[in-house]
């Protein structure tokens, strides 16, 4: 054994002939933390760090995939994630790893720069963008952006004298879509459907501008997925979407929670 | 409105009629944590904390669900969680909330007395559990296990002169079956699937046994979810299972990861 | 090489001679999640699962310490972890180590029943405590309690023509002190000092009274941190402080935070 | 009440007077996650996104700081964070903020390219540094990196008639220094305290390169952070440091810890 490894032939191992007779599924690397480059409606491009999965299926006669050429692939094209780049990588995954199908998940945060209401005082705001993409016979792809909002409770205000209780919340949203959708657009429309969008800088007349608006517009969790629900039905570009609401209640230490999903056509 | 906020009524807002005419899939509280008793195989009981998910879906014509419904129920069957009370908390949901789906999902933390395979040292091992319960028109049940073990590459092995690298590895095991199964038998499945299972206390002559048996018994990320989708083939009241591996690999910061599903009959 | 370990002795490398000169602070075992029993004021005893770290210091001449024992430790007393037990746990640890410091930490949810304002509807709220013990010449005890409240903005309050912004917060104090004082009695102490306490159960008469309560109450995350360290300061037996403030902004995506420490004496 | 708000003068309820006599430590916000541009050894800039938080004190006769001035501070300086530009961000925080103590913790991920061992393929890898500097009467700056390396077990190498556990650790450095030092080097003294340094991407070659170098290098978690100190005494410019390392204890679930603490001179 000694010998062979001082030979000059390192034994490709996972070339090996499988005989458990079992395909698998999904196969590959988790949580590569990688610097990237996404589109940016505003700005053209926008640099950002990306948590990424990379993976393929791997028929039953193969003892295993190769690790390494994922990271080779994500090397090769990390400078430029355009959507309409993803399939070019699926495409090379498919190709190097000798695979039928490919997946890459790439979770990252995304920043947009927003105007307090009334002040008109910039700052930027964190959101966190997900692309999944799958490659098989055809292409598939799911756009995921986290999007926090304030809520305040329908029913505390209605039954309290003054004042309800309000807090963040994270409205998440899923979409397929037949033409391309700006991440941008897409927070806006989400960020009208709680109490009131959030901001990183707020100056007194724009607190007492959100504290009033949020007053004046209470939602419930499931108010603000409905919201969402009628404004994406009347998107015809999207296909299917799945929009979820979390309310970390000020009045409790548990979160409210609702959910909506729904394919058109 | 002061004055009906001084009166007896307090308006059940939740009650009013919606009109967007959207039915919501899921809604509920989130994250409650919450001291439960489980059934364990060997004890009869163990204490543990949940973090509690309970949903049920809405009618389109109502405004909202009554959230504190769910803690109350939740307090009435914390402290006897057997598997054949998940239909009846479920059931009671559906009631208390006039809803047509309850879903129940309660993940925590569970210890079993493990033995050091030479010197039979005692201790406890955590293992990471979850009940996903659903009743609709039937009962829907799936156990979910996380299971930590070692893997040693095979690939690292066959190529180095010596040694081999080896890491803290995660399987993930869900099931629905059709006979009970205790989650005892689960991981003793499942940690015949790694290099070796891990231990919370070891002594020297357990450590020499396990390092030797881990490097006597390479396992790739993708012959673990081989080996464990090999015995849950076999077990007959398994009818779906998924498996998944991921090793926090030594020799990289990010993991290897593998996963299978299958439906069987 | 191979014959020696075939023989009977397995050498205790961690004894052997280092001559780098250099000794450690802290060495030992982190992150073992257990179950350990703790008292509790109401119910005498408390099941509870920790996260704890075991560490002792290691003179310059040793190679290395000896992790196993501080498992078998704690699997020793897990059972009774009593305030006055934990002199005897870190003394054990010195002995069986051979160290001159012994450092115990551990991190449990604990649970107390508390009635909701108005219906007095009973339900368990989780509160994060932990036990830092070190045991050198003396013994040195903190204990650190997370508490959830509601907080409401003074500023928002005062500027809006209804409404104020609110939030969760958490408010974390740690205390040394020269007598016994009960979780219990220092979480009431800094639930008076948010807007509201907060509750896993509220009934529609509770939400109107917290909602009004926290409204008439307003706090600033700097009010917070002066309230707790004004009712710290009177109470004679507490002799160290530290306290927290960290509001999760319902109007931001970020936090806002105050911090008070105070030596008395 | 209401005609005041609808006035025009907003009221700075900060400002006001307040009755308690307590000064605050620290107030500001917390987790603000931000894109900032860090000086690079090789790239002269890097974009990357950090966590941050700012504090200053507040004095006894103060109700409030003015949250709002933090955010609008790292707006501005937030596309050069040299180290030499902290103490300018500090000075403005106490200029603007009327205080006498600043504070600024910035976490961020931070890439390095790095050639594989054999192959020379090159890859990024991802070390998290973070930047703590407070400004008083004198300026004080603290830097941390976390950096992954491969640990190999002394014990178990010995013990065993062939293999050794190994693991992935995690070690965390931070020194305070008279002369400025750069990441890169840094991360290159602490890669060589671990029996092998990670990497992003490994060829075939590599692999068997770093299982052998790790296997001739066995280190206990002890050994790291001694190795680490001898090298950090070494350095003349270093005034104080603190070295961490955890293993993520490839045959526990849980890690085992060493830490050593030294001011110098």
């Known amino acids: 054994m000694e010998q062979k490894k001082e030979g000059k032939t390192l034994t490709d191992v996972q070339l090996t002939r499988d005989t458990r007779n079992i395909p698998i599924g999904k196969v590959g690397v988790k949580d590569v933390s990688y610097p990237i480059v996404v589109m940016d409606k505003n700005k053209k491009f926008q640099n950002t760090i990306a948590r990424i999965n990379m993976y ?21 094209y990390r400078e430029d994630i355009a959507l309409d780049k993803l399939e070019v990588i699926l495409s090379t995954m498919k190709e190097k790893l000798g695979a039928s199908n490919a997946h890459l998940e790439m979770e990252f945060p995304y ?31 799911v756009l995921t952006i986290k999007v926090p909002v304030t809520s305040l409770c329908p029913c505390s205000k209605e039954l309290s004298s003054y004042g309800a209780h309000n807090q963040r919340s994270i409205m998440t ?10 991440i941008e657009d897409l927070i806006d429309l989400i960020e009208e459907c709680g109490s009131s969008p959030v901001y990183s800088l707020l100056k007194r007349e724009d607190e007492k501008f959100v504290t009033e608006r949020a007053y004046e517009n209470p939602r419930f969790v499931e108010d603000m997925v409905r919201e969402a629900t009628v404004r994406l039905l009347s998107m015809e570009n999207i296909t299917w979407f799945s929009v979820e609401a979390e309310n970390f209640e000020s009045i409790h230490k548990h979160s409210a929670y609702a959910a909506i ?3 058109k056509g």
Chains 1, 2, 3, 4 share one sequence.
């Open 56 to 76: 393929v299926d791997l028929p039953h006669h193969f003892k295993g995939t190769h690790m390494s050429r994922f990271v080779e692939i994500l090397n090769k």
């Open 111 to 141: 920043f947009v720069e927003k105007k307090a209401p009334v002040s008109k005082a910039k700052s930027l705001m964190e959101y966190t963008c997900t692309f999944s993409a799958s490659l098989s016979d055809h292409f598939d792809f």
């Open 173 to 182: 949203v899923q979409v397929r879509y037949s033409e391309f959708i700006w």
């Open 261 to 263: 999903e729904r394919k």
